[in-house]
């Protein structure tokens, strides 16, 4: 259950979207907070601000419209390059810097901060109302724009600045040298006592119904499994070895238990390592 839990712990690290589409959420959310906060004494309440925006209607479609044409232009336009750019680096250092862009939670909050932004801007323009439709300008919600704006433009020049440091050689090594780091921690953080290898099991060979890449073998959870079933287990493939489907991975002296030994074995959807 534990290496179940893990396996989509690092699955969802790897989906680009998911927090971009958070703050998209977050974005329409607010939006519509915004507009019942004007429709409230809220909005009345603050209308008297000095920096709080008191244009007319005309103004406000115009400013809205602004904001939100170039916020989803810029993220298109920046990440299309910057995706042609990761390409070209990636010949050069290695297919790895792809999946470390794709991985990165601030590349994942920019992205998310322009389309946040464009949506929070889609919600209020579409409640925007002339004088002849009853007269409703979200006064706090465009104020609000305003600094989405004003954060989009920083976001921007921090987006740049982190894509150019992280295609540094530098950077790409130490990045891998931190993963290989935690993965020989994580494996080495029981040490267990010197005993002689035990003999090969002969049995039934468990089999995995996908290939691709061993990412993980969480001993713990085999040894616990094996343990709970008074059965022995040998494992034919270390991490990182690749995986064929229907071939054996690893072999259990009790036949009943053949199926349920795939518990502490992970293997990524993309076939990477």
């Known amino acids: 259950m534990m290496n179940r ?50 244009g007319g209607e005309a103004g406000a479609r115009a400013l809205l419209g602004a904001v939100a044409s170039s916020t989803i232009g810029v993220a298109g336009t920046v990440f299309s390059i910057t995706v042609a750019a990761l390409s070209l680096a990636s010949g050069q250092m290695g297919p790895r810097l792809l999946r470390n862009f794709t991985r990165d939670g601030g590349n994942q909050v920019a992205l998310g901060i322009f389309l946040g932004t464009f949506s929070y801007s889609l919600v209020l323009l579409r409640s925007v109302r002339s004088a002849d439709e009853g007269a409703f300008i979200p006064h706090i919600g465009i104020t609000g724009a305003m600094l989405l704006a004003l954060l989009c433009v920083g976001t921007l020049i921090w987006f740049v600045h982190h894509i150019a440091n992280g295609i540094n050689v530098n950077v790409v090594i130490d990045l891998v040298h931190q993963d290989l780091s935690h993965a020989i921690l994580a494996l080495t953080s029981e040490v267990a006592s010197m005993s002689s290898p035990a003999a090969p099991v002969a049995g039934p060979p468990i089999a995995l119904a996908k290939g691709g890449y061993l990412r993980t073998v969480v001993d713990e959870a085999l040894a616990d499994w094996a343990a709970g079933r008074r059965t022995a287990l040998n494992m034919l493939v270390r991490p990182g070895g690749y995986i064929q489907p229907g071939l054996p991975v690893a072999g259990v002296a009790d036949p009943m238990a053949a199926d349920a030994g795939r518990v502490g074995l992970a293997v990524p959807r993309t076939g990477g390592p």
Request: with cysteine; aromatic share 10%.
């Open 5 to 54: 839990l893990r396996a989509a712990l690092e699955t969802l690290g790897d989906v680009f979207w998911l927090r971009p589409a958070c703050i998209v959420a977050a974005g329409v959310m607010l939006g519509a907070l915004a507009i019942w906060a004007e429709a409230s004494t809220v909005g009345t309440a603050l209308s008297s601000i000095s920096w709080i925006y008191s």
